[in-house]
């Protein structure tokens, strides 16, 4: 091996020298040569020169050398400082959160969602991430953990303590910073709030949770074991304004009329249109929705619904064009079609849709379910035929229990004739079944809308399930590990503010043209560091690591000029509560 130098011609037509070590060797006879290392340039590396000779000789340092020290990560919590000014987060905190000794609630607020968004941790688990992580307030001071080990609590009483009380004053100011808020988003984006989207979610426990609060009731999360809360979000024009926590055991649709009087009352909304899921239809919510000169446009059940099967053989099919989808292909997109059907009610309009793409989810579901289904039926069939299981009710009680399960109504008929369990498709269940696969039906009062837009509408409810597997997935909403009712409803607010500020980070990539997601962009910027370093005879300076080409990309899209974090006063470099 031997060193060689290459000269490379860059883009703006300079000519740069560098160094490669390359190998020789033979093959076929002839002598080649293939690098083996790329070393630099060569202007770069003449500096460099003599620092590695000594390290190659094992010679002392020069004291001249800089003395790096700790490099803690900095561009994740940078992002989100600067995401909070944008949003007026910090004057709107400073204004409802209050005073509080030492640092202010609003940095402390700052603290808690910037931890969700970056590393989503308890209060107890944050201690960890300050270590890692250069988190500070507005003056520069940077957080540290206060270890204290205690039993199996290794954080100082003290520091949670000001954790928790953050969290306190932030359910007591809820109400407020989310009209505030709403105000301030609708100043930086123009909103109008005349179509409010609502979806509701559920979020489990670990352990018992608060008393008569956190119950048992219909899972999202799969997780029927564990009690839970109920989650309700309401979103305008693609960003979450408000949110509402009920016990767990909470009805959908019983949710509905107090949603819509919150907004009414407390963020002075006019008449809007109330777009919600099947979930949330009643007849009472209907009746209270327009008594009160509001409009709706929602879901209808499809099963038990004696007027679908003349809905779904009409054919006035209406092509809708491409990107009504929640996802396109380049090539051979999924076709969604709608008609408008009779309703037999001069104030409703029904709409029926097919769409492609929710077929194949539907079938897949469906065959899956089967499958399952078919398998425990099975097994129990030869249980009955070997005489392990012979009371009819026992069996029947089993059979019940497969088929409560995965749906096998819908798809088995089954009967115990001589003591014989025997099962079998059901033709005329099963072809209902397939029938309705890809259609839904959307009913709504809004008389001058249009069917392409009434479907856009009621597919934009997606946008609120997006934000819920973002609250639940990327922030790490759950589980819930408090057990007082108000920092339990404290924990989603954390969550539903980080939310927002992800929202705000994804839609300034999207206008700077920038095609990642704020998930991939906070991975990115996890390589952007504050390096900390010492001259011979000068006190330590800081300096920030510019990042991977693709944080680099988000600053800039940022517009985040100024990278390094404040300097803190004299004597004051770090805070503990």
């Not at 991975?523 to 690591?545: D, K």
């Not at 990278?563 to 470099?573: F, K, L, N």
Request: glycine share 8%; aromatic share 8%; proline share 5%.
């Amino acid at each position: 091996m031997y060193p060689r130098t290459v000269k490379v011609r860059s883009k703006s037509g300079s000519v740069h020298e560098y160094v490669r070590v390359v190998e020789a060797y033979r093959e076929g006879g002839k002598v080649k040569q293939r690098v083996v290392a790329d070393l630099g340039r060569k202007d770069l590396l003449v500096e460099v020169l003599p620092k590695l000779r000594r390290l190659l000789t094992g010679e002392a340092p020069d004291p001249a050398d800089p003395q790096f020290g700790e490099a803690p990560t900095w561009g994740p919590v940078l992002v989100v400082r600067a995401l909070f000014d944008q949003l007026g987060l910090w004057s709107i905190l400073d204004q409802k959160l209050g005073r509080a000794k030492g640092v202010p609630f609003a940095d402390r607020a700052f603290v808690l969602v910037a931890n969700r968004l970056i590393a989503p941790a308890s209060e107890h688990g944050l201690a960890g991430w300050l270590e890692t992580d250069f988190v500070c307030d507005r003056k520069g001071r940077r957080f540290i953990p206060h270890w204290h080990q205690r039993r199996r609590v290794r954080i100082h009483p003290r520091q949670l303590d000001a954790w928790y009380r953050t969290l306190d004053q932030l359910h007591a100011a809820k109400d407020q910073i989310e009209v505030a808020l709403y105000h301030r988003l609708r100043d930086l984006f123009s909103l109008k709030p005349d179509l409010v989207l609502y979806d509701i979610t559920s979020t489990y426990f670990e352990g018992a949770g608060p008393h008569d609060f956190a119950q048992h009731g219909y899972s999202r999360d799969a997780k029927s074991q564990n009690v839970q809360v109920i989650v309700g979000m309401v979103m305008v024009a693609g960003w979450p304004i408000a949110h509402h926590v009920w016990e767990g055991n909470r009805i959908d649709h019983s949710t509905v009329q107090e949603v819509i009087s919150d907004l009414r009352k407390r963020f002075e909304f006019g008449r809007l249109v109330f777009v919600g899921d099947r979930g949330m239809v009643t007849d009472e919510n209907i009746e209270s929705i327009t008594k009160d000169k509001h409009g709706f446009l929602v879901g209808i059940k499809r099963r038990r619904n004696a007027q679908l099967d003349a809905w779904l053989d009409a054919a006035k099919w209406i092509d809708c064009p491409g990107g009504i989808n929640t996802r396109e292909r380049k090539t051979d997109p999924p076709r969604t079609r709608a008609q408008e059907v009779p309703s037999g009610d001069p104030d409703l309009r029904v709409i029926v849709i097919d769409s492609d793409e929710r077929r194949g989810y539907e079938q897949a579901k469906r065959e899956q379910a089967m499958e399952r289904a078919g398998q425990k039926l099975e097994k129990l069939k030869e249980r009955v035929a070997s005489g392990d299981l012979k009371r009819p009710e026992k069996i029947g009680a089993a059979v019940e229990r497969i088929m409560q399960k995965y749906h096998g109504y819908r798809y088995f008929d089954w009967k115990l004739s001589g003591g014989t369990l025997e099962f079998s498709e059901s033709e005329t269940r099963l072809g209902r079944e397939t029938k309705i696969e890809g259609r839904y039906v959307i009913m709504s009062s809004e008389k001058g809308l249009g069917i392409l837009d009434a479907v856009a509408m009621y597919k934009d409810l997606t946008d609120v399930e997006s934000g819920f597997r973002q609250l639940k997935d990327v922030l790490a909403m759950r589980p819930i590990y408090h057990q007082i009712e108000p920092r339990v409803k404290a924990h989603i607010f954390v969550a539903a503010l980080a939310l927002l500020v992800q929202r705000l980070l994804g839609r300034r990539l999207k206008a700077a043209g920038v095609d990642l997601s704020p998930a991939r962009a906070m991975e990115a910027l996890s390589t952007v560091r504050l390096v900390m370093f010492r001259l011979e005879g000068q006190p330590e300076r800081r300096g920030v690591a510019g990042g991977c080409p693709d944080a680099r990309l988000v600053l800039k899209a940022l517009k985040l000029v100024d990278q390094r974090p404040p300097t803190p006063p004299e004597g004051e470099e770090t805070v503990m509560e």
